[in-house]
């Protein structure tokens, strides 16, 4: 499934996954052997795969003729693409969509992608980390073909003046042929129009239409969490009079701000009652199919959440495509765990880094239910040099969106030196946990810290990680930890500590179900697995489960 809306009523577009291709692992004893596998999905789910790391070749066939633009979604982690046996694409990072546009024959076309889940210095993001980096065609394939000129990118930013909705259209148009074209573009929203007539662009360049339209009060219904209101923008390309292109995309009406050490959302000050969560599932590895990952969403709401953590990488289009559904907010960040000064001084990392924000913010502009970007979780924030990294990925941001606020979750405990770029200041702790200090001090002499000692100082306060880890179904009397006794008399202090805290607008739980990890993390990790979610691996929650359940639903999604 590619969206969970039609984007297309003109353009022809086919989603190539959803069905069996071939595979062949290229290393290692099945080395060359071809077999069936459902795409997406992970080739550690298939039994001989669970643990290899190498490179696997997925193919199948496909018919199109003219401008054939290939999109994939999600390659886990380097993507080779073939188009007849010729390269055509190469990508790195699991975590974003890559697309490809070739002038092809009409007629029946191979397609190979060679995926390599290898680390390496080649591979400055994905590392031996606290979840797992899979190999595969994880995410869908999409075939389109265009027109010469074609509409490729439309960004909505709705803005509110008084009583008064503003949006913001900009349409990315591109001539992709080789004689200059000439065209009229329209695009329709909430009932009111803009068009462009009779416009040329030169063969080869892409060209920006912008255009604002208003709207009186009452003429709209604002996207708020738990109340979300959807709007498509349909836009439309007409050469000589003839329709050759069109763009669907959804956009909500809603603003994020941030005022007196608080985020807004339409101007109220938003609690975020939250849950970081990775993709990851026993059977399906990251490729979640539609119905696990709306059957998550319906725990976390169930739970009384009303925010997702994308922990630690852009995720998949229909999470986020649900989550605008629901009324869920969402903060989404780009892809880094964990990594040391060393680990960023890796050549690749800058480039990658920045190619995964480049890659994330254009394609996920739109969803309402982003409501700010991440950076860089518990990297070297307290270096010098991770500082310079954190400035120039800060202003990468700043670069391609200015609607959203901007943080990073650090765990720096009074070391950081970053607090002067984001608009929020956000901790990862864990109290009771990896330390037995009570959840009260430790945090109020960090946020006491922060104010006093930091250029975070005023600015909107977020506790983006707490937990504490429990096996599923191990209890005993003296509730030790790992016991789902602890866990859940962990969480209640925790949940409590945070949501008092003056200052702090709320907490992302670290985590909502246990996850696979990197083997390499075994030590700590018992069953090799990251066993601090509310529910196991299955989604079978733990005693903790009614905890979190109660205490967050006990509270307002407004301060
Ligand atoms: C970190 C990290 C998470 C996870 C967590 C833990 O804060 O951001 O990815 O590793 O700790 O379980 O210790």
């Not at 018919?63 to 994939?72: D, H, I, K, P």
Request: glycine letters at 6%; a negative charge; hydrophobic letters at 35%.
């Amino acid at each position: 499934m590619i969206r969970t809306f039609r984007q297309h009523k003109v353009r022809k577009q086919e989603e190539l996954s959803q069905k069996l291709w071939q595979f062949a692992p290229l290393q290692g004893e099945h080395a060359g052997k071809e077999r069936q596998v459902f795409v997406p999905g992970c080739w550690e789910n298939l039994p001989e795969f669970v643990s290899y790391r190498g490179e696997g070749r997925y193919s199948t066939t496909f018919s199109a003729g003219g401008n054939v633009r290939l999109e994939m979604k999600g390659v886990s982690h380097t993507a080779k693409v073939f188009v007849d046996g010729e390269l055509v694409a190469s990508h790195y990072n699991a975590y974003t969509a890559f697309t490809v546009l070739q002038k092809l024959e009409a007629g029946e076309h191979r397609l190979e992608i060679v995926a390599d889940n290898r680390f390496g210095e080649a591979s400055a993001l994905h590392v031996p980390n606290d979840y797992m980096s899979y190999g595969g065609v994880t995410r869908p394939v999409v075939l389109e073909e265009v027109p010469n000129v074609y509409i490729k990118q439309v960004h909505v930013t709705p803005k509110k003046e008084e009583a008064l909705w503003k949006a913001e259209v900009e349409i990315l148009v591109a001539n992709c042929g080789e004689q200059e074209e000439t065209f009229v573009l329209k695009s329709r929203l909430a009932g009111k129009e803009v068009g462009w007539d009779e416009v040329t662009l030169e063969a080869g360049k892409e060209s920006k239409f912008c255009q604002t339209l208003w709207y009186e009060e009452g003429e709209v219904d604002e996207w708020m969490v738990n109340d979300p209101h959807l709007y498509e923008i349909e836009s439309v390309l007409f050469v000589n009079g003839e329709l050759v292109d069109d763009l669907i995309d959804r956009m909500g009406f809603r603003e994020v701000s941030v005022a007196d050490g608080k985020i807004l959302l339409n101007q109220k000050a938003i609690r975020i009652k939250g849950f970081c969560r990775h993709e990851d599932h026993p059977q399906f590895g990251c490729a979640l199919p539609y119905a696990a990952i709306v059957a998550d969403l319906q725990l976390i709401r169930d739970l009384g959440g009303n925010s997702i953590r994308t922990s630690h990488y852009p995720n998949d289009e229909i999470f986020l495509d649900l989550c605008d559904e629901m009324g869920l907010l969402v903060w989404e960040e780009n892809h880094a765990r964990g990594l040391s000064e060393e680990q960023m001084r890796n050549p690749n990392f800058e480039r990658q880094a920045e190619e995964v924000i480049q890659e994330m913010i254009p394609l996920h502009y739109n969803h309402p239910c982003i409501y700010i970007w991440g950076i860089l979780n518990e990297c070297a924030s307290e270096t010098e040099y991770g500082k310079e990294c954190y400035e120039k990925q800060y202003a990468k941001i700043l670069s391609l969106d200015t609607s959203r606020p901007r943080s990073s979750a650090s765990c720096k405990f009074k070391t950081d030196l970053c607090f002067g770029y984001p608009e929020v200041v956000s901790y990862n702790i864990y109290p009771q946990w990896y330390h037995d200090a009570p959840v009260d001090e430790y945090l109020s002499d960090l946020y006491r810290w922060v104010q006093e000692e930091t250029e975070g100082a005023g600015k909107p306060f977020l506790i983006t990680e707490i937990g504490a880890g429990a096996i599923y179904g191990y209890r005993n009397p003296n509730h030790d930890k790992w016991t789902e006794e602890y866990q859940a008399e962990t969480l209640e202090k925790q949940i409590q500590a945070v949501m008092q805290q003056k200052g702090c607008q709320g907490m992302y739980i670290w985590q909502f179900c246990d996850v696979r990890i990197s083997r390499e993390w075994f030590s700590t990790r018992p069953r090799t697995m990251n066993n601090k979610g509310i529910v196991d691996e299955y989604r079978r929650p733990k005693l903790v489960y009614e905890t979190v359940k109660r205490l967050y639903s006990a509270l307002p999604d407004f301060l």
